[in-house]
């Protein structure tokens, strides 16, 4: 693309000329000549080879400060927009589109009879697809991913090698499933019976809407009597362990290695770091954050906010809290000093 045209597909303001020709991404420490790269803010830049610059709004200002003219200026050409990660992200994709196999259905693949498959769909080696199965329109089954029987899977999804998607779950429109991705299996309810565990029914689904991402190794189980839902634009890391009867809304995220107990609700817009756990029947509202490595006990409700701890607590009272018991050392030292002064001078 020549620059003129990123300017213009970004929306953002040009400075220098408008027919350089870009052909890739980069890092800006490491971009060269035809590549562009972006600088999220201004005070953070360091001179670049790139040929084009995703820069902030500011960055005209942030240079005309500057005792000396940076290399940028040298090169003549930089695009200012009001989120520079944003624009970079949108142009990655069209430079560097994702990989699109040429439609078929490799020999070795076992498809049933009663099985629809769409048009332009590509269905790699040792793929199964079960009974009465449907896969969209341009979707692709890369190598050794199974599809059980009565599974919807809607069009221009990317199931990667060895996801298994197990009988009767549904699956949106553009979905992204990494690979080794469970989504179906049986949720973890046992009923105690004097000397062992009866396993309760799971015989409910998952349904997963439309733009929906799940990282590698990450499992989503089906309901036990009811569903599984994952709502539209959510993102999942790597290894998370979604439990039965899991209702996540929409453009939620949620980082690698969390844990989701069953029937925990977190609803639209929320945000969920790395290695949370949460226990069964909470209720996170639209809108909360939950730092790395909380604990959320069973039952309980994360109003809009930022959390961390174990149990969950508001920031601020969970940094409070930290404080005190990096002080302890030092109080410590400080009754021991107070202890030994009214042992060698006791009160009359």
Known sequence: MKTQEIADFVSGKLFGAG??????????????NGQIAFVEKAGTF?????????????????????ETP?????????ISVRQP??????????????????????????????????????????????????????TQLRAGAKVGDRVKIGSDCVIHPNVFIEDCCTIGHKVILHSGVVIGADGFG????KQKHVKFPQIGTVVIEDDVEIGANSCVDRGALGETRIGAGT??????????????GKHVIIAAQTGISGSVVIEDDCTIGGQVGFGDHVRV????????????????????????????????????????????????????????????????
């Open 85 to 138: 990660k944003l624009a970079f992200a949108l142009i990655a994709e069209k430079l560097h589109p994702p990989k699109k196999p040429t439609p078929g259905i490799h020999p070795s693949a076992v498809i049933s009879e009663s099985a629809r498959i769409g048009s332009d769909v590509f269905i790699a080696a040792h793929v199964s697809v079960g009974d009465n199965s449907v896969i969209g329109v341009g």
């Open 235 to 248: 993102k999942i890391d790597n290894l998370v362990q979604v439990g039965h009867n899991v209702n996540i």
């Open 285 to 348: 509202l639209s809108g909360a954050v939950i730092g790395s490595q909380a604990g959320v006990l069973p039952g309980k409700i994360v109003r809009p906010g930022v959390w961390w701890g174990t149990p969950i607590q508001p920031l601020d009272e969970y940094k409070r809290q930290n404080a005190h018991v990096k002080s302890i050392e030092r109080l410590k030292a400080e009754v021991k000093l107070l202890k030994k002064i009214f042992e060698d001078k006791p009160l009359p």
């Open 46 to 66: 360091t001179a670049t080879k790139a040929s084009c610059l995703i820069v902030h709004d500011d960055f005209d200002t942030y240079l005309s400060n500057q």
């Open 190 to 193: 046992y009923v105690r019976d």
């Open 70 to 78: 940076s290399e940028i200026i040298t090169r003549g050409c930089y």
């Open 19 to 32: 027919d350089i020709e870009i052909i890739g991404i980069a890092e800006v420490l490491k971009a060269s």
